[in-house]
C-alpha cells in the first residue's frame, strides 16, 4: 500500500506542479484537467458526473500545492479506486497518464534516442600534461568509490594556465571509457556578473538529452532532478569548465557512478571537496622545455628556423602559461617580418617596464601596475602592437562588453565597419590568438584578452566611444529580434518603432517561422546580454523594446530565469522612460510579460503581482489593449489554479476593457481577434465547470469569430474545435466529439501544427475507444505516433506507442 500512495503522490506532485508553469504541453494541460475532474467527482461523493452544485456540495478542489494536500489529494484517489471498478480503471488511466509528464519517463526516452557529443575541438598544438591524464585515470581505476557517486576532479590555476585545453584533453583521450557522450559548458565564472546561471546549463544539457521544449520545467530543482533522471545509468563525461564557484557546479553533479566529471576553475572549490568527494589538481605553469616545444608547434615549420637560445628566450618570457605561449607564437606564425629575436626583446622590454625605445613605459598603462610582470598581459601587448590600425580598433570595440559570443554582425556594428571589412578583422584577431573561433563566423575572447582589450578601449578611446559601441550592437540586435519574432507570431499585438513596416510575404513558407525561433535559440544568449549592456549604460528605450522581441522566444521556449532576469529591467526601464517622455504603455506591457515568466517557475503570488501593477500602470496611462491583455493573463493564471469561475470573470472584464477600445483607436485593429480568444478561453472555463450548454455556446461564438478574421486564423480555428471535443466528450457525448475533432484534425492540418494534431489525434482515438472502434483507434494513434517523431517530441512518441500497444493487444 504504501509504495503504490509513494507512486500516486509522486503523480500528483508532477501535475499539479505542471500546472502552475504550463509544463508537458497540451498533454500537462489535459492531465492537470483530469485529476481536477477525480477529485471534484470523489467530493460530490457519488462518484458520477455531477450536472452543477448543489446545497450540499463542498464546493470545487482546490489545487494541491503543499506537501500536506498533495498527500491528501492522492490518498483521496485511492479511495475513489476502491469505490467501484469504474473509478479504478480512470485513476489507474491517469496515474498512467501522468507518469509521462514525470521526469523519468522522459528520460528512459532520452537515454535510447540521445548520444550528445558536446566537447569542443580539442587543440592540434597540445603540449605536455600527460601527469594530469594518468592522474585522472588512476580516479577511474579506484576500487573504493561509494555507490552513486561520480568521479570528480577538480583542475584549478590560474586563467590562462591551460584548464580548459587539459580537460577537454583527457576527455577525448578518454572517450571510449565514456559510451553514452559527453557534455559540455562554458559557466563563465572568471567573475560573478558573467557567472552562468545553473539553470540555463541545465537547459543546455536536458535539450541535448533529448528532453523536447515542452517537457522541459522552468525552475532549477526540477530541472536538476530530470537532470540526474536523464543520467541516471549512464555512462558519460561531463565538463563543467571555468566555474566561479562550487554553487554553479553542484546542480550540474549527476549521481551515476558511471560518469566522469571534469572541472575546472580559478577558484578552490572547498564544498565540492568537501560535500562531494572531488579530488583537487593544481595545474602549474610548462617547464621551460614544453614551452618550447608548444611555441615551436604554434609557430610551425614555415618559417626560418631560430637559434636554440633565442626561442628558449621567447619560451621563458611567456612564464610558462599556455595562454601567453600561444598568443606569442600565433604572432610569430601570422606576422612575416616578425623575428624571434624581436618578440624576445619586446618581451624583456616589457618586463623591465621599457618600450622598444627603451623608454619607461608609462604609469598607468595595462602592463604598468608595480607588481611582476604578467606573462598573458605582456603576450597580449606584443601582439596588439602587431595588429593593424583596423585590427587593433576592432579589437577594442568588440571588447565593450562581455558578449557571449561576437558574431560578424556584432562586430560590425561594434566597430562601425562594414561586414567584409569586420569579417576580415575578426579572422585577423583569430591569427593571431586574440580570439577563438567557437561556430560558423562566431568568436569568442579568453576572458583574459576581453579584460585586456576592455582597458585599452577604455583608455584608448574613452567611455563615450565605448557606450556608442554599446549602443550600435543594441540597435542591431533589436532589429534582428524584432523581425524573427514578427515572423515567429505575426498576428500578436505589440509595442514598439521596431515593428513599424514589417510585413509577411504573401507566399511565405509555412516553416519560416520555426526557422525565425531557431534563429531567435542561437541568439539568446547574446540576446540577454544585449539587454543587460544597454540597461548597464542607460538605454531604457532599447532595454524594454529588446525584452518585447523576446516574447515569441520565451513564450514558445521558456527559459524562465533569463527570462525574469531580462524583463525585471525591462520593467524598471520601461518606467524611467515614461518619466521621461516615453511611452507609457511599455510599463504594463514588460509587467504582463514578466508574469508569464513567473508562471513559468510556477511562481503564482509574483505573477499575480505582476499581473495587478501591470494593469495599474496600463489603467494610469489609459491603454485598454494592454489592460484587457493584463486581465486576460490574470484570467489564465486562475485557470491553471483551478480557480474557473474567477478565470471566467476576468475573461469576462477583459472583454469589457475592450470594448472601449474605439474605431481608430490604439488597439483598435486587434479586437476582432482578441475578442475571439477571450471567448475561447470563457468556453474552457466553462467547460472546467460543468457548464456544457453555455461552455459549446461560447465555443462556438469563438469558431464563428475566428472565421471572420481577414485571412482566417486556421490554428486557432483547430484549438476551439479541440475545446469542443473536450466538451462533448465530458459531457458524454463521443460521437459529437468526434465530429468536432475531425474538424480539429483537418485545421491543425492546414495550419501545419504537427504537435497539436497528434493531440487532436490522440484525442479522436479517445473517442474511438469509448464509441468501440479500435481499427479507427489504432490508425489515429499510428498517425500520432508519425506526427510525434517528425516534431522530435520523444516524450509523446513513448505515450503514444505505449497506447497503441494496449490497443492493438
Known sequence: MEPLLGMVVAAVGTVASGALSGAGGEMGRRTSEKLFDLLRRGRAGDGEADSGAGSGDPGPPTLPVTEHERTAAAARLMELADSSPEFAREVTEWVREASWLAPRAVAAV??????????????????????????????????????GAPVIAALTGPGGI????????????????????SLYVDLEGASAATAL???????RFLERLGVPPAAMPGDEARQRDLYR??????????????????????PLLPASPGCLVLVTSRHRLGRLVAGHGARPFPLGPLSTEDSVSLIRRVVGGDRPPAPDAVVRAVAEGTGGIPLAVCTTGAGLAVREHLTWERVARRLSDRIHAHDQEGTAVPEGSPDASGTPADPVRLAQDVSYRELTPAGASLYRAIAVWAWPTVTVGCAAQAAGVGEAEARTLLEELARAHLLEEVGEERYRFHDLTRAHARELAASEDGHGRMAAAVRRVAVAQLRFAAGADFRVMPLRWRLGPAYQGLTLPDNRDPADGRRALAELRRERENLAAV????????????????????WGLHLLLGFHAQWIDTHLLGVEAARRSAAEFGDPR???RMGTQLAFGHMGLGQAAEAESALVRARAADRACGHHRGEATAVEALGLLHLRQWEFAAAERCFEEAQEILGRIGRGEDGWEDVPRAGALL?????????????????????????????????GDSYNEGRVYMSLGDAHLEAGDAELARVCLDEAVKAMTDAGAGLQLADALVTRAECHRVLGRPTEEAEDLRTATACFEENGDQAGLARVRARLAEAQA
Open 229 to 250: 533522471d536523464c543520467m541516471a545509468d549512464r555512462r558519460m563525461i561531463v565538463v563543467l569548465d571555468n566555474a566561479h564557484d562550487d554553487a554553479q557546479v553542484v
Open 586 to 588: 511599455a510599463v504594463g
Open 110 to 147: 532520452a537515454h535510447d534516442a540521445s548520444r550528445p557529443r558536446m566537447l569542443p575541438p580539442t587543440t592540434a598544438v597540445f603540449t605536455d600534461r600527460t601527469d594530469v591524464l594518468a592522474w585522472i585515470t588512476a580516479l577511474l581505476d579506484e576500487d573504493d568509490r561509494p555507490p
Open 531 to 550: 539587454v543587460r549592456a544597454a540597461a548597464h549604460h542607460g538605454f531604457d528605450d532599447l532595454v524594454w523594446q529588446l525584452c518585447e522581441a523576446m
Open 679 to 711: 471567448e475561447h478561453h470563457i468556453g474552457r472555463a466553462r467547460t472546467r465547470q460543468r457548464h456544457f450548454p453555455a461552455a459549446v455556446a461560447r465555443l462556438n461564438d469563438a469558431l464563428a469569430r475566428f472565421r471572420a478574421l481577414p485571412g
Open 197 to 203: 546561471d545553473p539553470s540555463d546549463a541545465l537547459a
Open 162 to 181: 591551460g584548464k580548459t585545453a587539459a580537460a577537454v584533453h583527457c576527455a577525448f583521450e578518454l572517450g571510449e571509457r565514456f559510451p553514452d557522450g
